[in-house]
């Protein structure tokens, strides 16, 4: 389990952070990222840059679409809506990865089976 920190640039890796914004577990499947969205708002307006990592993390979570959509002006109502089909455009790519992933499983033990089947002979 890791801790999404912020922390000031001049701090060592492992030294002094100001304040813990979330929490990763990549052992889970799927991982689990739990995140303070106020928090992580709030350093990223005053100039807090994420790393790639907790970026991708961020983004994962829908975060960065969000703050993007209240920059642009719009209202709490736009933006729930957006995110909702934000929510269903990401189970829908979820469902695709998979089902993706299982068939070249498939295709791979079919490979295999072949392939053992030809050295027999």
Do not use: C
């Not at 991708?56 to 993007?68: M, V």
């Amino acid at each position: 389990m890791y801790q999404i920190v912020v922390a000031d640039a001049r701090s060592p890796r492992d030294g002094k952070f100001l304040e813990v914004v979330g929490h990763y577990q990549p052992t889970l499947k799927p991982h689990s990222v739990t995140i303070k969205k106020d928090r992580i708002a709030y350093w990223m307006q005053t100039g807090a840059q994420p790393t790639a990592t907790v970026n991708s993390l961020i983004r994962t979570t829908g975060l960065l679409y969000e703050l993007r959509l209240k920059s642009m002006g719009r209202s709490d109502a736009e933006i729930s809506d957006e995110m909702e089909k934000w929510q269903e455009r990401q189970l829908a790519k979820r469902k695709k990865g998979l089902l993706v992933k299982s068939r070249r499983r498939s295709a791979k033990k079919e490979a295999e089976a072949k392939a053992a089947t030809v050295g027999e002979a």
